[in-house]
């Protein structure tokens, strides 16, 4: 990574990051992921290079979704990668939505660059936690009882999201009302040959129609699910700083 004085931010947004995550148990991990969440929420649509999209040109030409043809809904924009963390850019399309998903063992960072999103946080609950079996609706997939802990909406004006090992691992993110992006800090990054594979959930417990959501945090059950058919993800080049 570069080290000259003019470093640009999402530069310092990496060494930082760098700094943060090779010692995640070390005494300062604390101070240093204030400092990163910080960056974080300096950076802006724009200093990745970055213009917020109109509807896609699948979605006009067809009358439906953009990931009806062959546009993917959610693409990734790939920054940089070390041991101890990956960095990049996911763009969803109008009405997108990454699913339930989990980051074993992972830290993380989200910080929108453009957009809304509404994220749904929840935490895994401790094996025996359950005061009831879970519904019928389960099925034949593993289930998991889960505190469902907030659901918000996040725009560029607010700060990042974060997510540890043990708080917000599970989330879900949607695009509202229009396409989206954020930049995504992962610490470790993905690594199925050291545990840390992407696992899908579907939440089993839902509201009446018609009626008011439960208030949260509230305890629920998910069952495990394989990627769902309509979600994938797509790759676009980075037009940003090097990193």
């Known amino acids: 990574m570069p080290r000259d004085n003019m470093a640009s931010l999402i530069q310092r947004v990496a ?6 995550f090779r010692s995640p148990a070390g005494p300062a991990f604390g101070e240093n992921l204030h400092r990163l969440q ?8 724009e200093d ?9 040109a699948a ?5 439906g979704p953009p990931w009806a043809g062959v546009v993917p809904p959610v693409s990734y924009m790939h920054i940089c990668e070390t041991e101890s963390f990956s960095m990049g850019v996911f763009l969803l399309r109008s009405g997108a939505c990454i699913p339930l998903h989990d980051h074993p063992g992972m830290n993380g960072m989200l910080k929108v660059l453009y957009g809304t999103l509404r994220i749904a946080c929840m935490d895994t609950l401790p094996a025996g936690a359950a005061a009831a079996p879970p519904p019928p609706a389960a099925g034949s997939g593993p289930c998991l009882r889960a505190l469902f802990r ?3 909406h996040y ?3 607010s700060p990042p999201c974060l997510l540890s090992p043990h708080t917000d691992n599970l989330h879900q993110i949607d695009a509202v009302d229009g396409p989206a992006a954020f930049l995504d800090i992962l610490a470790p990054p993905y690594d199925p040959q050291h545990g840390r594979d992407c696992h899908y959930y579907r939440l089993l417990e839902g509201p009446p129609a018609g009626a008011e959501p439960p208030a949260l945090p509230r305890e629920v059950w998910l ?8 979600f994938w993800c797509g790759g676009e080049p980075y037009p940003g700083p090097r990193v």
């Open 59 to 63: 979605a006009a030409a067809s009358g």
């Open 38 to 45: 910080q960056l974080l929420d300096e950076v802006r649509a």
């Open 223 to 230: 069952v495990e699910t394989p990627q769902a058919a309509d």
């Open 15 to 20: 060494r930082q990051a760098r700094i943060t």
């Open 48 to 56: 990745l290079h970055l213009a917020p999209r109109g509807p896609s």
């Open 150 to 152: 907030s659901r918000q």
């Open 155 to 157: 725009t560029p004006a």
